[in-house]
């Protein structure tokens, strides 16, 4: 028992080497593959909208299904943009366009513009774990796709 | 703690520190991986509703004569590219270029000028006989309210503006004849000491050596395009574009870029930092495809109402034709009936 400092150093060592490190590496690959399919899910869902040019709300709830069967809990919004051209008052014979925020989202137009937005709510296992481990912040998720309706 | 404890536990303190090092730039490079996913989808999206916008506006002036022929404005495929873009990135599309003249000198420091100019160095619009290239072009103004670059002195603006139409062309390297190519693949125009002639293809050039076909059409309206956009990139930034740019005339497992075959909008975007500190580019082409309609002729023969394509029907007949429809199915929704007289 003549070396007890080194021998407790090399067994915290030989934990955080062999658990923690192995551990957070998988949680952190764990959390992007997540974040990248919620995309891919977003990307099909845009896709769904864009080139069907009509939702239902089957398809708002198979997407809120989809998007909730990965790691993150996130909350997605879908809004859709009408496009409104208009006569511009400051120069005869030319219009300008512009889009606006429409109520309805069952109902779409070709040339309205879709934006689904997905952003994470709270902490996630994984974050809170790097966090604890390696005090490494891993930024909220939120990604934005939008789309014109063909 | 004894001296060979101590060095012995340098080895995992390295490992450890390597760990960390290790976690950092995987992170780095995933996170760099998910904007770059991010900005190829968002210009994907963008150039796919430009080419919509652009083809669904206003009056294509198409006819049958000359096929794929049709007149489009390249502004709007520019501002809808930018609209869905910052679009996909929450941003909003504001043009403060649109406040009245007399308001004074107007900066371009909106949204739609901050991807004009930090983002955007090039933007094609190819369409039927030839094609648009949007880019920043520096124009001496005296006392006039241009769009300015920021930190540009009065009177000099940077605005981005498309050349004139540049058509496709082919030179005869044996005898200098011009020829101006098309996307209808069927015919294009020939200058020859200063005459003007429609040339159907395929022709012989070159001497009688070389026979120009529909490929050899796609291949040089590409190329054309390619090169154009070389030259305005090598030209856009300083000391020169490193990379290479090559747009392929048929679409391949190799290659997996499409060719340009229709009315087309090509851009490239570089050093985007919108949402990360990483300067990504990525390039995107989109295009459409313009296609001949059969038309369905709707008669009455024999008393009964049928339809038929009418390309089939026999000469003379025309006269009898009610209305057209231009599917089957809406044919029969009218009321007539399939004519298998014809029609087989």
């Keep these: ?150 | 703690m004894n001296r060979l404890t101590g060095m012995i536990l340098v080895v995992p303190l390295f490992f450890l520190v390597m760990s960390f090092l290790l976690y950092l730039t995987m992170l780095n490079d995933e996170l760099e991986r998910l904007e770059q996913f991010r900005l190829t989808k968002s210009i994907n999206y963008a150039v796919d509703a430009a080419v919509d916008e652009m083809i669904n506006t206003g009056d294509l002036g198409m006819d049958y004569v000359d096929i794929k022929k049709m007149t489009v404005d390249p502004r709007v495929a520019l501002d809808t590219f930018i609209s869905v873009f910052l679009l996909n990135y929450d941003l909003y599309y504001s043009d403060r270029s649109i406040v009245p003249q007399n308001l004074g000198t107007v900066y371009g420091d909106d949204n739609k000028n901050t991807v004009l100019y930090q983002y955007l160095p090039v933007f094609i619009v190819a369409v039927y006989d030839g094609f648009y290239v949007f880019e920043e072009s520096k124009l001496t103004t005296t006392g006039g309210v241009g769009l300015l670059k920021q930190g540009i002195e009065d009177g000099v603006s940077y605005p981005f503006v498309a050349t004139p139409k540049l058509p496709y062309t082919y030179r005869d390297s044996y005898n200098g004849d011009l020829y101006a190519l098309n996307l209808g693949l069927e015919n294009c125009i020939k200058l020859s000491n200063g005459s003007m002639t429609k040339v159907d293809l395929p022709f012989t050039c070159e001497n009688g050596t070389k026979v120009f076909d529909v490929t050899e059409n796609k291949v040089y309206i590409n190329q054309r395009v390619s090169d154009e956009m070389m030259y305005r990139l090598d030209k856009h930034f300083e000391g020169g574009f490193t990379s290479n740019f090559y747009i392929p005339y048929e679409m391949t497992t190799i290659t997996s870029v499409n060719a340009i075959e229709g009315p087309t909008v090509l851009a490239l975007l570089r050093d985007v930092d919108l949402t990360t500190r990483y300067k990504l580019s990525s390039f995107a082409i989109g295009g459409s495809e313009v296609e001949n309609q059969r038309m369905i002729a709707a008669y009455n023969r024999d008393g009964k109402d049928r339809y038929a394509y009418h390309d089939l029907l026999p000469a003379g007949f025309t006269s009898y034709v009610i209305e057209m429809f231009t599917t089957p199915m809406e044919a029969a929704e009218a009321g007539y009936y399939h004519d298998e007289l014809y029609m087989n």
Excluded: H
């Design chain 1, 1 to 150: 028992m003549s070396d007890i400092v080194g021998k407790v150093l090399s067994i915290i060592l030989a934990f955080i080497l062999l658990c923690i490190a192995p551990l957070s590496m998988v949680t952190l690959m764990e959390e992007l593959a997540d974040r990248r399919s919620i995309m891919n899910e977003v990307a099909n869902f845009v896709d769904e909208i864009i080139d069907s040019k009509s939702l239902t709300q089957d398809n708002l709830a198979d997407f809120y299904i989809a998007i909730a069967s990965y790691g993150p809990v996130v909350d997605a919004k879908v809004v859709r943009y009408v496009r409104e051209i208009n006569p511009d008052p400051l120069s005869a014979g030319t219009t300008y366009t512009s889009y606006v925020v429409a109520d309805n989202m069952f109902q779409w137009n070709q040339g309205d513009l879709v934006k689904v937005t997905v952003n994470q709510i709270g902490v996630t296992g994984p974050q809170r774990f790097i966090m604890g481990t390696i005090g490494l912040v891993l930024s909220e998720f939120d990604y934005t796709q939008a789309g014109r309706i063909r």
